[in-house]
């Protein structure tokens, strides 16, 4: 048996932190280098703190928190891989320039997320510090500018993949419940005697229940396809009017069991820049969600307007509650509902309005509506 000293484990050094324009000195100083991930964590509240109790106190938080990030990647980063500090953002960055272990090439994906989660974990336990995590492929910094782009490239990634994570999680409660309800009245048709009424009245509810699977399942896959189907929106033409009527003649059934009433007003007669299917499924989203969301027996309008020779805007105005102002982006988000919100939803309609119309060139808000409710607003490009 070997003495204490060999037989203990010996304590890693702790890694140096550069400032940034060291870090960029150091990544360009090997132009041959491949592309290395940047791993990046910004603090989200020292500047309230600094509001509410002072520079120094957050200057102290500040430096608790940087010796947190620094030995938890002394732990876990190899000894080669070089960190930095960013006193004026607030951002900590590890550039992950050593190769991996197991496969001498640069760590994936997988391995840096795993990293970020237990940098973000140990500074979150800092004064319950809230932060915000992102990674990207970093191709030799030329710069403190392109430094910097590459840093928000990688939070933005970061926002992307903890939204669609907890879009995969929350549609995966979703879907079991269509499917429990189907399984239920099919088995119960199949295994008990009922009346032709009382079946025909279970075959019914599975098939509505089977409708709102499919639909589920569209969501899902437009959301997960969207960033990766080729070509450009704004390359196709589509008739306005026709298609809002369309959807119009679509929703009919939902507004009659709502008892609402769903009209055409003044639309503009124009052609959008957009696949007509793409513009159908944003017509009906939005239509749908006034419908379940607007007041009983309540009023729905659905209107455009040419706002100059480049865009039309797309109107749903309804008189129900209406959204919050603080409520106003996080409704388009992804598995996102607002307080208000009222009757069954998923919360992906309006997040697939918005990928809709934002890749055809456009963008999707909501404001207050003249009626007192909401007024759901989709600008796309005219066709040209």
Not at 259 to 284: G, K
């Amino acid at each position: 048996m070997g003495s204490g000293t060999s037989s203990r484990k010996r304590k890693r050094a702790a890694l140096p932190v550069g400032d940034v324009a060291s870090f960029a000195r150091r990544l360009r100083a090997d132009p041959g280098r491949p592309p290395v991930p940047l791993l990046v964590v910004r603090l989200r509240d020292l500047e309230r703190i600094a509001w509410r109790e002072g520079r120094a106190a957050a200057r102290a938080v500040e430096r608790r928190s940087l010796r947190s990030f620094v030995a938890t990647a002394s732990r876990t980063l190899r000894a080669t891989d070089l960190l930095a500090h960013d006193d004026e953002s607030e951002d900590f960055m590890a550039a992950l320039i050593s190769p991996t272990r197991c496969t001498g090439a640069a760590a994936a994906p997988a391995d840096c997320r795993a990293t970020l989660a237990r940098l973000a974990s140990a500074m979150q336990s800092v004064d319950g510090m809230r932060v915000e995590t992102g990674w990207t492929m970093l191709a030799g910094a030329g710069g403190d500018v392109r430094l910097a782009d590459a840093v928000e490239s990688a939070l933005e990634r970061g926002a992307r993949e903890r939204e669609r994570y907890a879009f995969f999680s929350t549609i995966g409660h979703e879907l079991r419940t269509p499917l429990t309800s189907i399984r239920g009245y099919l088995e119960t048709v199949l295994e008990e005697e009922l009346d032709p009424a009382t079946a025909r009245r279970f075959l019914e509810v599975a098939r509505t229940e089977a409708m709102r699977l499919g639909r589920l399942l569209e969501s899902m896959f437009d959301i997960s396809m969207l960033d990766l189907r080729s070509g450009d929106e704004r390359n196709h033409r589509c008739a306005l009017v026709p298609a809002i009527g369309a959807a119009l003649s679509t929703v009919a059934p939902i507004a009659t069991a709502a008892r609402a009433t769903v009209v055409q007003a003044d639309c503009t007669p124009a052609e959008v820049a957009i696949e007509v299917d793409r513009l159908s499924q944003i017509l009906i989203n939005v239509l749908e969600n006034a419908i379940k969301h607007g007041r009983d027996c309540g009023r729905i309008a659905v209107s455009s307007v040419l706002l100059d020779e480049r865009y039309v805007e797309i109107r749903v105005d309804d008189d129900g509650p209406g959204v919050a102002t603080d409520e106003r982006e996080s409704v388009f988000s992804l598995a996102t509902r607002g307080n208000s919100a009222r009757g069954a939803g998923s919360g992906l309609g309006l997040a697939v309005v918005r990928l809709l119309a934002e890749r055809a060139g456009g963008e999707a808000d909501v404001v207050d509506s003249p009626w007192g409710g909401a007024r759901f607003r989709v600008r796309l490009p005219v066709s040209r």
